[in-house]
């Protein structure tokens, strides 16, 4: 039995304005939980598959009041709100399966197979598979008939915007990031980039934050951080990589197939901010106890402390706890004929066997 989720929506209604994101979501259901996860989104519209035009859109939205400015009837749209008061799983379940649609994007492995079963079961045994689109033996090209694509999306926090400022500390919930903790003890090397081969730019707060990105995205082979500017180059290029110097700059490898850790998480780091992504907020007496209270708290994932030298006495001693989205999700949902699609059953397993 999978974890079961009491989802009220409005069908044939839209929430018009108000927008803050646009994502691609296969189902209200799953756009739900999307705005449930967003820091800010307390309601949503979803253009269903029969829909005229921008089908499988996700729009999150939000406003001073907490409600809707309006709502009109609009055939092909669901509509509802977030389920944050309802303090659910911070792991949703999706064990539904999308016929004809195509989870487009995010793919790292391919492999061909019996069947959809097949292909999420290896999904959900490969930790670092979020969803996965299967071919059928009915797609138009024959070539590539009963092939799996597995795919990967962000599972793990990651603060959007860090800078400098004084009066503040910035840090991460204590809950582990993954399944496990432990210490790799991969060197890293100081004052060297490794140039080129750049697939994605993210921010970081350290080296060992930028590495553990690395880490778990699975086509980084290699990285470089820039302590400057907290920009973190995850680098494809399994055949060479050059080290040159450059001061402020360190790079160094994944952890593939080790032991990842964490042990940057448990830091705090003074005069940096992780603005954004703020879910709430409340005065604590020290930035100790504001990393208690994020960890304490399931939904939040890192924060920021306004310490007593911050320059606005409103805000002194202030803990802004913060999240952001880290559910499977497609970066692009599309129609495509004769093709399965569905997500990791990883969370519906251990949502078992807590009720065990």
Same mark, same amino acid.
Request: charged share 20%.
């Given at each position: 039995?999978?974890?079961?989720?009491?989802?009220?929506?409005?069908?044939?209604?839209?929430?018009?304005?108000?927008?803050?994101?646009?994502?691609?979501?296969?189902?209200?259901?799953?756009?739900?939980?999307?705005?449930?996860?967003?820091?800010?989104?307390?309601?949503?519209?979803?253009?269903?598959?029969?829909?005229?035009?921008?089908?499988?859109?996700?729009?999150?939205?939000?406003?001073?009041?907490?409600?809707?400015?309006?709502?009109?009837?609009?055939?092909?749209?669901?509509?509802?709100?977030?389920?944050?008061?309802?303090?659910?799983?911070?792991?949703?379940?999706?064990?539904?399966?999308?016929?004809?649609?195509?989870?487009?994007?995010?793919?790292?492995?391919?492999?061909?197979?019996?069947?959809?079963?097949?292909?999420?079961?290896?999904?959900?045994?490969?930790?670092?598979?979020?969803?996965?689109?299967?071919?059928?033996?009915?797609?138009?090209?024959?070539?590539?008939?009963?092939?799996?694509?597995?795919?990967?999306?962000?599972?793990?926090?990651?603060?959007?915007?860090?800078?400098?400022?004084?009066?503040?500390?910035?840090?991460?919930?204590?809950?582990?990031?993954?399944?496990?903790?432990? @210490?790799?003890?991969?060197?890293?090397?100081?004052?060297? @980039?490794?140039?080129?081969?750049?697939?994605?730019?993210?921010?970081?707060?350290?080296?060992?934050?930028?590495?553990?990105?690395?880490?778990?995205?699975?086509?980084?082979?290699?990285?470089?951080?820039?302590?400057?500017?907290?920009?973190?180059?995850?680098?494809?290029?399994?055949?060479?990589?050059?080290?040159?110097?450059?001061?402020?700059?360190?790079?160094?490898?994944?952890?593939?197939?080790?032991?990842?850790?964490?042990?940057?998480?448990?830091?705090?780091?003074?005069?940096?901010?992780?603005?954004?992504? @703020?879910?709430?907020?409340?005065?604590?007496?020290?930035?100790?106890?504001?990393?208690?209270?994020?960890?304490?708290?399931?939904?939040?994932?890192?924060?920021?402390?306004?310490?007593?030298?911050?320059?606005?006495?409103?805000?002194?001693?202030?803990?802004?706890?913060?999240?952001?989205?880290?559910?499977?999700?497609?970066?692009?949902?599309?129609?495509?004929?004769?093709?399965?699609?569905?997500?990791?059953?990883?969370?519906?397993?251990?949502?078992?066997?807590?009720?065990?």
């Amino acid at each position: 039995m999978h974890q079961m989720t009491i989802y009220l929506h409005c069908e044939n209604v839209d929430f018009p304005g108000s927008d803050i994101a646009n994502l691609y979501s296969p189902s209200a259901q799953h756009c739900q939980e999307l705005c449930t996860q967003h820091p800010s989104c307390l309601f949503f519209s979803f253009n269903r598959p029969d829909k005229s035009l921008g089908t499988f859109q996700c729009f999150l939205k939000s406003s001073s009041s907490g409600h809707p400015r309006s709502q009109v009837l609009l055939l092909g749209v669901t509509s509802g709100y977030s389920l944050k008061p309802c303090n659910l799983d911070s792991k949703p379940c999706f064990p539904q399966i999308f016929e004809n649609l195509d989870f487009h994007g995010g793919d790292y492995r391919t492999f061909f197979t019996v069947n959809f079963e097949e292909c999420q079961r290896v999904c959900t045994e490969d930790p670092v598979c979020q969803y996965f689109t299967f071919v059928t033996g009915n797609f138009t090209t024959l070539d590539i008939r009963y092939k799996c694509h597995l795919k990967f999306s962000w599972n793990v926090p990651r603060p959007s915007v860090i800078v400098l400022k004084a009066g503040v500390l910035s840090g991460f919930s204590k809950k582990s990031q993954l399944s496990q903790q432990f @210490d790799t003890g991969i060197q890293l090397f100081s004052d060297t @980039d490794f140039r080129g081969s750049d697939f994605m730019e993210l921010k970081a707060v350290s080296p060992e934050h930028c590495q553990f990105l690395c880490s778990v995205h699975p086509q980084c082979t290699y990285f470089s951080f820039s302590g400057l500017d907290f920009r973190c180059f995850l680098k494809n290029n399994p055949n060479s990589m050059v080290a040159k110097t450059k001061t402020g700059v360190t790079s160094g490898i994944p952890t593939h197939l080790c032991q990842i850790d964490e042990s940057w998480a448990k830091l705090t780091y003074k005069g940096v901010d992780f603005s954004g992504s @703020d879910i709430s907020s409340e005065v604590v007496n020290c930035a100790e106890h504001c990393q208690e209270k994020c960890t304490e708290n399931p939904n939040c994932q890192f924060f920021t402390y306004h310490n007593g030298s911050f320059f606005h006495p409103s805000h002194r001693h202030r803990c802004y706890m913060k999240r952001v989205i880290t559910m499977p999700a497609p970066s692009k949902v599309k129609k495509l004929a004769n093709v399965v699609s569905g997500f990791t059953l990883r969370n519906c397993r251990r949502a078992e066997k807590s009720q065990d």
